[in-house]
């Protein structure tokens, strides 16, 4: 996978393991995440996502179970080309200081599909969301 640093801030992702499914991702500066909210931490990398994929922003296993950290909105389309930011949301009820280097997050790549939409009529029930029963 290509990719470029933006800044001298900007750490290279790697990956934990030869096996390891996504690349962590570093954060370029320090950020407070007070409780309850949520920043987007710039690692200042542009990649270039291989034909056929998109990258998926996933959360680190450690940050999650540990300090209440998330990761939310993220996609990274195979044709983008900005600076790559991660959406931390903090769940606790403490201040999370991130600071530059730290991983925040890891980029998986995934296959993707672009399927036609086609419109239709349906006689489906309009239900969701556990409609059809309990078992």
Not at 50 to 75: H, T
Not at 99 to 104: A, T
Request: proline share 3%; aromatic share 10%.
């Amino acid at each position: 996978m290509q990719f470029a640093k933006l800044s001298e801030n900007a750490t290279v992702p790697t990956r934990g393991s030869a096996k390891a499914a996504g690349y962590d991702l570093y954060s370029a500066y320090d950020y407070s995440v007070a409780s309850l909210d949520k920043v987007i931490v710039k690692t200042d990398i542009q990649i270039a996502i291989p034909a056929g994929c998109y990258g998926r922003v996933a959360p680190r296993s450690g940050l999650a179970a540990k300090y209440f950290i998330d990761v939310g909105a993220g996609v990274v389309d195979e044709d983008y080309r900005g600076n790559v930011g991660v959406v931390l949301f903090n769940f606790s009820k403490e201040t999370f200081e991130v600071k530059k280097g730290d991983r925040v997050a890891q980029l998986i790549c995934e296959r993707i599909c672009y399927p036609d939409l086609l419109q239709l009529e349906t006689t489906r029930g309009d239900g969701g969301f556990g409609s059809t029963g309990r078992n």
